[in-house]
């Protein structure tokens, strides 16, 4: 039964497999072929590095955002005491959505990233947009 399923298994991926090949087909097949394996690695390591850094970088965006939207519904946002209060009322939850959004958006650009060009600067960076 085993050696059924895993037989199986052998040949869907085969088919599956020959199926994303013609994708791939451009002057030099083998090299793309030789890298698929240092891309999908590359993938993942920029992804692993891409979620705490996009949770970071966008928890600290969605908390200044977050202030200032509390601030100007105070009364002015450039006054004091308004971003004060903006900041301790709005500032937290802005933190924590922004936080979450980050680690999506970490991932999906470490994943795009990470395949394009495997282990350069750009995986393990953002770029302000």
Not at 66 to 94: R, T, Y
């Amino acid at each position: 039964m085993l050696k059924k399923l895993a037989s199986s298994f052998i040949l869907a991926s085969a088919l599956v497999g020959t199926l994303v090949a013609p994708s791939f087909a451009d002057d030099d097949t083998f090299k793309n072929i030789v890298i698929f394996p240092v891309r999908v690695v590359g993938t993942g390591v920029g992804m692993v590095v891409g979620v705490p850094l996009g949770a970071f970088k966008d928890s600290v965006k969605g908390s200044i955002k977050a202030s200032k939207a509390v601030s100007g519904k105070l009364g002015n946002e450039d006054n004091g005491g308004c971003q004060f209060f903006g900041s301790i009322l709005g500032g937290p939850f802005g933190f924590v959505g922004g936080g979450a959004y980050g680690m999506f958006d970490g991932a999906v650009h470490g994943a795009k990233e990470g395949y394009s060009k495997p282990f350069s600067k750009d995986t393990f960076t953002f770029k302000d947009e």
